[in-house]
């Protein structure tokens, strides 16, 4: 029996180093992939002025609220080394984050079709409506689990309560 305790800790030891490396690359991939994006987004702003401002603008704005969710995976990937726990909260964040980039590019578009196609910018519209429902669901979402975490557990009400 202590032949087998002994094996799944081994075992249990060597899938922690394997999950760590794991993790480590996909921070590695993550930051990298921020990086590269921020260089896109500063190269993009130096030479759009042929395009508009407002063209260039807005793609920046696309290109670093992506850098925005990059980072937010990467904070999730570090809580998750360092708690060894997948926390909901982050995700939740980068929801949210990427729902606004999505009512953001939509808005722009809209501008854009608006007295020039009905049915197009009727279609952005509503687009835009239902990631305004999403958005909500998620800011719900993630309050509601903030809360959660505020309160004791039951086992700590007991405790405090014989002390």
């Not at 980039?101 to 722009?108: C, D, F, H, Q, T």
Request: no cysteine.
């Amino acid at each position: 029996m202590a032949e087998n305790d002994e094996a799944t800790t081994i075992t249990s030891r060597a899938l922690r180093v394997v999950e760590d490396v794991v993790y480590a690359l996909i921070s590695v991939i993550l930051t990298g992939g921020a990086l590269a994006l921020l260089v896109k987004a500063g190269y993009d702003l130096a030479t759009g002025a042929d395009r508009g401002v407002s063209t260039t603008v807005s793609g920046m704005l696309d290109t670093l609220l992506l850098v925005f969710i990059l980072i937010e995976l990467l904070s999730a990937v570090r809580t998750t080394l360092v708690e060894r726990q997948l926390l909901a909260e982050p995700f939740l964040l980068v929801g949210m984050i990427a729902t606004i980039k999505e009512i953001v590019i939509g808005s722009l578009e809209a501008k854009a079709l608006a007295g020039k196609d009905a049915g197009a910018f009727n279609d952005v519209m509503t687009e835009i409506g239902v990631l305004g429902g999403v958005l909500l669901v998620l800011a719900l979402s993630s309050y509601l689990l903030r809360r959660k975490e505020r309160e004791p557990e039951e086992g700590d009400e007991n405790d405090a309560a014989a002390q």
